[in-house]
């Protein structure tokens, strides 16, 4: 059973891509900062996967090394790392604010959570994927590409995490190494950061784009960057 580490696995996206791999029979070992929700949405799962999926739920806060180190034991646990994806992620304001009013404290959140945590456990889970052929998925934004008010903060952490990425798949390539924009989701990340947008309630539901990920995995993607509306264009 090929086994798997999300993070900020409780809802949105990460909840989305959990249900999408148990589905296909992957072992999952998942990370979120509310143990209640993480817990449920954990057992959710095992139940509707086929057996012998076996999902294990960790809270904690990735910035923690502890916790890190907790999330690799239990894929260990499981028979090892094929996958990581590095989806949870810090706003640095919530809501968002510009650049002259962003605090310190704010952008080292942001860089802490979306940079240095992520990089963190791909050290951690470096040799496993090495030994397996396995695979990273970092979980990016338009916002680290194009300038948008008020997402400065959010958009430097992802753009760092992208770069991050493109080295990491020159220096490792026995690891496929995929960094994703998956697009405005109507998801309890995008309502922190634009609570008052008209057009909430019709932005992509995360379901909708695991498809987009699942492709990756089934074509054995060439390292780089892919957005999903263009996996589920067939680009």
Partial sequence: MP????????????????????GRGWDLVLDGRNADVLRA?????????????????R?????????RAELVAA???????????????????????????????????ALETNVTAPLALV?????ALRA??????????????????TWGGYGASKA?????????????????????????LRTGLYAAAV???PDFEARTLPEQVVPAFLRLLDEKAASGRYTASALLEGR
């Fill in 3 to 22: 086994v798997a580490i999300i993070t900020g696995a409780s809802r949105g996206l990460g909840r989305a891509l959990a249900e999408g791999l148990a």
């Fill in 41 to 57: 949405a954990a057992a959710d799962l095992e139940r509707g996967a086929p057996p012998p999926v076996r999902v294990e739920a």
């Fill in 59 to 67: 809270p904690g806060d990735v910035t923690d090394p502890a916790h």
């Fill in 75 to 109: 894929a260990e646990a499981l028979g090892g790392v094929d996958l990581l994806v590095n989806n949870a992620s810090a706003l640095g304001a919530e809501p968002l604010v510009p650049l002259a009013e962003l605090s310190d404290e704010g952008l080292r959140g």
């Fill in 123 to 127: 050290r951690a889970v470096l040799p």
């Fill in 132 to 149: 397996a052929g396995g695979a990273v998925v970092n979980v990016s934004s338009d916002a680290a590409v194009e300038a948008y008010p």
């Fill in 160 to 184: 760092a995490l992208e770069q991050l990425s493109a080295v990491l798949a020159e220096e490792e390539p026995d690891v496929r190494v995929w960094w994703v924009d998956p697009g405005d």
């Fill in 195 to 197: 609570p008052d947008d």
